[in-house]
């Protein structure tokens, strides 16, 4: 029902608000909380009359404070409608992704003073969403290593510390040597568990600092971040002497085998042009060493 201004009467206004599914608070232009419905004081663990006076930002993140402080005083400045996204504080610490679209409003002639209104959402599920699908993106859906794309980006980073820093980075490529007769001779479901396992032998073995990523069919490769190439040499021989192993797969054993080769860049080196010259040494030396393995 409406009155004849068509504005919901103050009594339906009221109801409106305390039983909004979403949060709602309204602020001074100063940034002073004035009143927050009951939705509101559920999303942070708190009851509205404990928010009361509060200030805006202190409910926020400190990592996220200055956006959101630089957001609201653009808002007071031009007087118009807003939106981004933050993260508040629960009063036990945990923290709430939500999305903020906060409106000026101008006096009343009843004499209401001027302030800001936001309708606050939880938007926990779609960031959820969101990093599982970027995820998705970056890592093999069999393995879970990253995947190509994950790994050019950890390879970049490591070159540019390299740069920045003077300090070598290697990475080492392999291939698992006769892969193509294990799923001929005992089916794709198998070759399967052995990429698996195969990938959770390799991430056992590396330190820290290096990433192991799949990169092809049963291919891999691993960047090894400020990292001299006797250390990266080393590495490899624990790969060899570890990962090959023999495996148990449905009662079957399956011999590994694997061929390694080995990039490296000097610290200092021009991230651009050092990408492709690694990556090609690493394929060129690990091509090698499957030939002479093969001989």
């Not at 339906?12 to 305390?18: C, E, I, K, L, Y």
């Not at 400190?62 to 009063?91: F, W």
């Not at 070159?159 to 392999?174: D, K, M, Q, S, Y």
């Amino acid at each position: 029902m409406t009155n004849t201004a068509g504005t919901l009467p103050p009594a339906d206004r009221r109801s409106a608000f305390a039983n909004a599914p979403m949060g709602i608070v309204l602020a001074t232009p100063s940034g002073r909380l004035v009143d927050a419905n009951p939705a509101f004081g559920a999303m942070l663990g708190r009851t509205p009359d404990e928010l009361y006076g509060c200030a805006v930002l202190d409910l926020i993140h400190p990592d996220d404070s200055m956006a959101t402080a630089e957001a609201y005083t653009d808002l007071v400045e031009r007087r118009r409608t807003m939106r981004h996204e933050t993260r508040l504080v629960r009063s036990d610490g945990s923290l709430v992704p939500v999305q903020v679209t906060s409106s000026w409003v101008d006096a009343t002639p009843e004499g209401d003073p001027p302030h800001v209104v936001a309708i606050v959402e939880d938007i926990t599920e779609r960031k959820a969403l969101e990093a599982a699908l970027v995820h998705r993106s970056l890592h093999d859906p069999l393995t879970g290593l990253p995947n190509r794309i994950l790994f050019g980006d950890r390879l970049r980073h490591a070159l540019e510390r390299g740069h920045r820093e003077r300090t070598p980075t290697c990475v080492l490529g392999i291939d698992l040597d006769g892969f193509k007769a294990i799923n001929d001779h005992h089916g794709h479901p198998v070759g399967d568990e052995v990429l698996v396992a195969f990938a959770e032998r390799l991430t056992s073995v590396l330190r820290a600092s290096d990433t192991a990523a799949r990169v092809g069919g049963d291919e891999f490769s691993i960047v090894c971040e400020n990292t001299s190439r006797a250390d990266a040499e080393a590495l490899a021989e624990r790969l060899r002497n570890t990962v090959t192993e023999p495996l148990e797969v449905d009662g079957v054993t399956i011999p590994l085998g694997m061929s390694i080769g080995l990039g490296t860049v000097a610290g200092g080196t021009d991230p651009e042009l050092a990408f492709e010259l690694l990556v090609r040494e690493a394929d060129d030396a690990m091509y090698a060493d499957k030939a002479t393995r093969r001989h």
